[in-house]
């Protein structure tokens, strides 16, 4: 067996609000240590995931007190972006490889690029079909989720209209407006049509739109997205669920403010897109503990990380797509990986101070260079 490039790998505790995540599982372990690659993970770094310290230990990992010791690893595997209070862990000789959303958070960019960190985000590895293998499953859960939360803050004791989502016989269900038919946007359109709503998804590509009704025969409405059908539906919907995305780049702008003031009052959106900047112009981001605010009279839940609110589900759906690339990159080395696969090569986002995505790199009104110039 050729020796790995990268030998030892570092999980560190996700740092950000309510993030309960984790980046590898006691399989994804046994994976890299029968290849000859040492596993630290930060104490109780899976807890939150229902994933104990002793199952990391049965599975071959080492067990380190600190956030330091797991980030000076020769690799670290995250979810989230590194935050603030970790920027002073990135160097030079380190590979990070999580979920990085630089368009939307240009301090990391910035701290990621002053370091010198190779950073590969999961959100950019695209294959050559242009899917997004490590972000399609967090789309899904988010997806899934963002009909739950919105019935949640419907409630009229929530801030909501007291709209229930299914209706009852005699009595108008709630009418969801899902803007963009990709896996957020179809996730959110089946869990909403399965509780009863009344669900119209909007598209700007049609064949998109003629698979979702082929798939769910009429059951879900379809409409061509443009600014008029975009307007007609915002203004009558109960809620309104942001699902535009642009891969590495920060997502545009749908729905105008002054659209938004003219939505029914106590009308609620959740701007799935938010980890991306938004795409509802009124949109901040919120965390789990503040999840939702009220502006114009509309409620706004916008939380950059909706998985985290349930980690075991997310933490393996996850890791059951990004173990292999992780694999990888350990065995190769980033830039190594990325010649032997091309997906890789999307997902590298900065290798020695410099932008090795094109797009991220002209969210940010910067330029890129190959990650093999690099």
Same mark, same amino acid.
């Given at each position: 067996?050729?020796?790995?490039?990268?030998?030892?790998?570092?999980?560190?505790?996700?740092?950000?609000?309510?993030?309960?995540?984790?980046?590898?599982?006691?399989?994804?372990?046994?994976?890299?240590?029968?290849?000859?690659? *040492?596993?630290?993970?930060? @104490?109780?770094?899976?807890?939150?995931?229902?994933?104990?310290?002793?199952?990391?230990?049965?599975?071959?990992? #080492?067990?380190?007190?600190?956030?330091?010791?797991? &980030?000076?690893?020769?690799?670290?595997?995250?979810?989230?972006?590194?935050?603030?209070?970790?920027?002073?862990?990135?160097?030079?000789?380190?590979?990070?490889?999580?979920?990085?959303?630089?368009?939307?958070?240009?301090?990391?960019?910035?701290?990621?690029? +002053?370091?010198?960190?190779?950073?590969? @985000?999961?959100?950019?590895?695209?294959?050559?079909?242009?899917?997004?293998?490590?972000?399609?499953?967090? !789309?899904?859960?988010?997806?899934?989720?963002?009909?739950?939360?919105?019935?949640?803050?419907?409630?009229?004791?929530?801030?909501?209209?007291?709209?229930?989502? %299914?209706?009852?016989?005699?009595?108008?269900? +709630?009418?969801?407006?899902?803007?963009?038919?990709?896996?957020?946007? &179809?996730?959110?359109?089946?869990?909403?049509?399965?509780?009863?709503?009344?669900?119209?998804?909007?598209?700007?590509?049609?064949?998109?739109?003629?698979?979702?009704?082929?798939?769910?025969?009429?059951?879900? !409405?379809?409409?061509?997205?443009? *600014?008029?059908?975009?307007?007609?539906?915002?203004?009558?919907?109960?809620?309104?669920?942001?699902?535009?995305?642009?891969? %590495? %780049?920060? @997502?545009?702008?749908?729905?105008?403010?002054?659209?938004?003031?003219?939505?029914?009052?106590?009308?609620?959106?959740?701007?799935? @897109?938010?980890?991306?900047?938004?795409?509802?112009?009124?949109?901040?981001?919120? #965390?789990?503990?503040?999840?939702?605010?009220?502006?114009?009279?509309? /409620?706004?839940? +916008?939380?950059?990380?909706?998985?985290?609110?349930?980690?075991? #589900?997310?933490?393996?759906?996850?890791?059951?797509? #990004?173990?292999?690339? *992780?694999?990888? /990159?350990?065995? =190769? =080395?980033?830039?190594?990986?990325?010649?032997? $696969?091309?997906?890789?090569?999307?997902?590298?986002?900065?290798? $020695?101070?410099?932008?090795?995505?094109?797009?991220?790199? +002209?969210?940010?009104?910067?330029?890129?260079? !190959?990650?093999?110039?690099?």
């Amino acid at each position: 067996m050729t020796a790995p490039v990268i030998k030892t790998v570092g999980v560190p505790t996700e740092v950000k609000t309510a993030e309960h995540r984790v980046a590898l599982t006691p399989d994804g372990v046994r994976e890299l240590d029968a290849r000859g690659i *040492q596993v630290r993970i930060q @104490a109780g770094a899976g807890v939150g995931a229902s994933i104990m310290d002793e199952d990391y230990i049965a599975a071959g990992a #080492t067990i380190v007190p600190t956030a330091a010791d797991a &980030w000076a690893q020769e690799m670290v595997l995250k979810v989230k972006e590194p935050k603030a209070e970790e920027f002073q862990y990135l160097r030079e000789d380190l590979t990070l490889f999580t979920y990085l959303h630089l368009a939307a958070y240009p301090a990391v960019a910035a701290a990621l690029l +002053a370091a010198k960190t190779t950073s590969i @985000a999961y959100e950019t590895v695209q294959l050559a079909d242009g899917s997004l293998p490590l972000l399609a499953p967090m !789309s899904e859960v988010a997806g899934r989720l963002a009909p739950q939360m919105g019935a949640h803050f419907l409630e009229r004791h929530k801030g909501g209209r007291g709209v229930l989502m %299914g209706g009852v016989p005699g009595v108008s269900p +709630a009418k969801v407006v899902v803007l963009g038919a990709g896996n957020v946007g &179809w996730s959110s359109a089946v869990i909403a049509a399965g509780m009863e709503a009344e669900v119209t998804v909007l598209d700007k590509n049609l064949e998109r739109l003629r698979y979702v009704d082929q798939i769910h025969k009429g059951r879900i !409405s379809t409409l061509a997205s443009n *600014q008029g059908s975009i307007e007609r539906t915002v203004m009558e919907a109960d809620l309104v669920i942001g699902a535009v995305l642009v891969a %590495g %780049g920060r @997502a545009p702008i749908v729905v105008s403010e002054d659209l938004v003031r003219q939505m029914k009052p106590r009308a609620v959106i959740v701007d799935v @897109a938010v980890d991306q900047g938004g795409c509802i112009a009124t949109t901040r981001e919120t #965390t789990h503990d503040e999840p939702v605010f009220e502006l114009h009279g509309v /409620v706004h839940y +916008a939380v950059g990380n909706m998985p985290g609110a349930v980690p075991h #589900t997310s933490t393996y759906a996850l890791t059951n797509a #990004t173990l292999p690339f *992780q694999l990888q /990159v350990a065995l =190769g =080395g980033a830039v190594g990986a990325a010649r032997m $696969n091309p997906a890789l090569t999307h997902g590298l986002n900065t290798v $020695n101070g410099v932008y090795t995505n094109e797009i991220v790199a +002209a969210s940010l009104d910067a330029t890129a260079v !190959s990650p093999f110039e690099a």
